[in-house]
């Protein structure tokens, strides 16, 4: 039972562009969301983060997105640069586990210069 | 600071045998743990301890073993190797706060099949 769904195995964006990633989840004890970015042959490296509380965080190019009546969150990055592709994880945490986290299958990103 | 380090990069088992996937930190992180990585289906908690002497199970803990003796070091054992653990193993650390969030920092993996 998947409890983080990212439903999109891939995406290609134009550099530029707006890249957006979606993420689906079940879990409404959910209160705690992360996305990760990956390279091949390295280990996640945290990207931006958002708490239950708020519906949108920012950090340069890259915002997410919270609704947590859909619960439904997005990843926003603007502009799109070559060196955004990767794959991209998103992620969950419950109250109980803080930092047990369950992620979602990832998307791979890649930008077309 | 090296972060989190992990060793071997690559290993190659046979059914029934038996290794160590060692995992180190240098941030003197109280929180960490074991993810296992196969296509299609995102990262798995495997084990995960938030302090030195404290571990428990995550979502797939079944052929693994894990203690943590010093807040440094983390080894993951698996007592009898099988195919099915044959994946991508990723140990991460954090600061551990109670109820405060702490990102999660991940080594760069050891790749293990089990022929």
């Known amino acids: 039972d998947q409890q983080v769904k990212q439903n999109s195995p891939s995406l290609s964006v134009q550099e530029g562009r707006i890249s957006i990633l979606n993420c689906d989840y079940t879990n409404s004890m959910f209160d705690y969301f992360l996305w990760y970015k990956k390279y091949p042959a390295e280990g996640p490296t945290f990207l931006i983060s958002i708490s239950s509380i708020k519906d949108k965080n920012e950090d340069g190019r890259f915002t997410v997105f919270l609704n947590k009546s859909a619960k439904h969150l997005s990843l926003h990055i603007v502009p799109s640069q070559p060196g955004d592709s990767a794959v991209y994880f998103c992620?969950?945490?419950?109250?109980?586990?803080?930092?047990?986290?369950?992620f979602g299958q990832g998307t791979r990103l890649t930008i077309n210069p | 600071n090296a972060g989190v380090t992990q060793t071997p990069k690559f290993q190659v088992l046979k059914t029934g045998q038996s290794m160590t996937l060692q995992c180190a930190q240098d941030?003197?992180?109280?929180?960490m743990s074991w993810y296992r990585q196969d296509p299609g289906m995102g990262l798995r908690l495997i084990h995960y301890s938030v302090g030195a002497g404290i571990t428990d199970q995550g979502e797939v803990p079944n052929g693994y073993n894990v203690s943590r003796s010093t807040t440094e070091d983390f080894p993951l054992r698996l007592l009898s190797a099988a195919p099915s653990q044959t994946s991508v193993y990723f140990c991460?650390?954090?600061?551990?706060?109670?109820?405060?969030?702490?990102?999660?920092?991940f080594g760069p993996g050891t790749r293990l099949t089990v022929l």
């Open positions: 992620a969950a945490s419950d109250i109980q586990g803080a930092q047990k986290l369950v």
């Open positions: 941030m003197n992180h109280e929180y």
């Open positions: 991460a650390s954090s600061s551990y706060r109670g109820a405060s969030y702490n990102e999660q920092f």
